[in-house]
C-alpha cells in the first residue's frame, strides 16, 4: 500500500467544513459573550441611574451641595464614594466608558471640580481614598473634549416661533 501525499477533495472537504464550523461557532459564542457583557453592563448603569436620581441620593446632593458652596465637602463624601465605586466598576471592565460618561459626565465632573481640593487633602493622609475617581476623570474629561471637538455640531437657532411671543 502506498501513501499520496496529495489527498483527494473528498478528503479534504470534511476537514474544510469542519474548520468553517469551528471558526463560525467561535464568531458566534464571541458575538453573544460582548451582547451579555453590554447587556450586564447597562442593567447595572440603570440601577446606578436609579439609585444617583433616587430620593435618598437626590437629598444627599442637595446636602452636598450646600455643604460644597459653604466651602465644605463632609457632606459630598458620599457622593464622592458613589462615583469611587462607578470608577472601580468601569477599570474592571463592568462599565463602559462612553456609556458612563453619557449618563454620569456632568455630575461627575462638577463634583469633582468642586472637590478637588478636599480630595487632595484627604489622600496626603490616605494616598487610596478616592484613588479611582482620581484616575477616572482624567479619560472621561478627555473623551468629553473628543466629542465636543469631533461633533462639529451647535444647537440649531431658534426658530422664529420660539423667539416670538404668542398672539393673544
Known sequence: MTYHRDMTMTAWLPVTISSFSVALALSAFLWQTRRTRLSQSLDLLFRLEAD?????????????????????????EPILDFFETMALLLRRGALDQEIVWHTFFY??????????????????????????LVSFVAPLRKFQASQSADSGTRPPPPTRSQTSSPKS
Open 107 to 132: 455630575w461627575i465632573d462638577h463634583y469633582y471640580a468642586a472637590a478637588c481640593q478636599h480630595i487632595e487633602q484627604r489622600q496626603v493622609a490616605e494616598p487610596l481614598v478616592w484613588k479611582d
Open 52 to 76: 444617583f436620581f433616587g430620593t435618598a441620593k437626590k437629598a444627599q446632593r442637595v446636602k452636598a451641595a450646600t455643604d460644597l458652596l459653604a466651602g465644605k465637602c463632609s457632606e459630598a
